[in-house]
């Protein structure tokens, strides 16, 4: 997904300059398609750190068990892809929203 939205960025801005409506509307279907892609990995993610922290505070209360505590670590540790992933789609999303915004003459 990674490179599929960094090759679209690259097209969509080459694009801005000359670009008929039906390139808009092929870059609108597309931005629809990386929102869904984006709000799927919100919800993911979002599910992972309510996990991790329900498992963390399960933990304390149960005065540490090590099976728990491993769990919670391996959570942790995919935690932190899942957000930079998260990251990179937002701003990307943001890129082609600015490239539409561009396209149509609207400055902010």
Request: charged share 20%; aromatic share 12%; glycine share 2%.
């Given at each position: 997904?990674?490179?599929?939205?960094?090759a679209?960025?690259?097209?969509?801005?080459s694009?801005?300059?000359?670009?008929?409506?039906?390139?808009?509307?092929?870059?609108?279907?597309?931005?629809?398609?990386?929102?869904?892609?984006?709000?799927?990995?919100?919800?993911?993610?979002?599910?992972?750190?309510?996990?991790?922290?329900a498992?963390?505070?399960?933990?304390?209360?149960?005065?540490?068990?090590?099976?728990?505590?491993?769990?919670?670590m391996?959570?942790?540790?995919?935690?932190v892809?899942?957000?930079?992933?998260?990251?990179?789609?937002?701003?990307?999303v943001?890129?082609?929203?600015?490239?539409?915004?561009?396209?149509?003459?609207?400055?902010?």
């Amino acid at each position: 997904m990674k490179k599929y939205l960094m090759a679209f960025i690259s097209r969509a801005e080459s694009m801005e300059k000359n670009h008929t409506d039906e390139d808009m509307q092929e870059l609108l279907v597309h931005i629809r398609f990386f929102q869904h892609e984006r709000l799927v990995h919100l919800i993911v993610t979002i599910a992972v750190a309510v996990s991790l922290i329900a498992i963390a505070l399960f933990i304390i209360a149960l005065r540490c068990s090590l099976m728990l505590f491993i769990l919670d670590m391996l959570l942790l540790i995919l935690l932190v892809p899942y957000i930079l992933h998260y990251y990179f789609l937002e701003n990307g999303v943001q890129k082609l929203y600015a490239v539409y915004d561009r396209s149509k003459g609207i400055k902010f």
